[in-house]
């Protein structure tokens, strides 16, 4: 079974949310080694599960540096982190076997990987870059 293989081409060329992005590759792999190696679908399923908290903890870090940097695009990207986690919600609760379980998450993955780091996250490490994050907010922000 085909594991993901980071690409320099997924960077956004900010160290800390590639380090993440990376991270999420890593615990990726972490679900479909333990499918390959026989885990029943309870193992199968806590790693998913691992993977999903990961997830939501690095789109709230993300969402913070957006936040931070003003960046103008934040409430539209927001809706596609919600539409992610939507997603994996609707494949932890719907997949009772392991094969659906793990086809259904690669699916979701590669469409991740592929659309929302390379497309949308991609745009975020493009702003940073020209407009790098400060401690301070920005005065008269009220979210
Ligand atoms: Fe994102």
Redesign the pocket.
């Known amino acids: 079974m085909d594991e993901f293989v980071w690409q320099d081409a997924y960077r956004i060329d900010n160290e800390t949310?590639d380090a993440e992005h990376r991270h999420l590759f890593d615990l990726a792999n972490r679900v479909i080694h333990f499918r390959a190696s026989g885990e029943r679908l309870g193992s199968v399923r806590q790693a998913v599960i691992a993977l999903y908290n990961y997830i939501k903890t690095?789109?709230a870090h993300?969402?913070a540096c957006m936040a931070q940097a003003a960046y103008p695009g934040l409430p539209a990207?927001r809706v596609?982190?919600e539409a992610i986690i939507y997603e994996m919600n609707e494949i932890l609760r719907g997949s009772t076997e392991i094969d659906v379980l793990v086809y259904k998450l690669k699916r979701l993955m590669q469409s991740w990987v592929i659309d929302?780091?390379q497309e949308?996250?991609r745009q975020?490490g493009d702003f940073l870059r020209q407009r790098p994050p400060t401690a301070a907010p920005v005065s008269g922000a009220d979210n």
Do not use: K
């Open positions: 949310i690095h789109f993300e969402e990207h596609l982190h929302h780091i949308a996250d975020i």
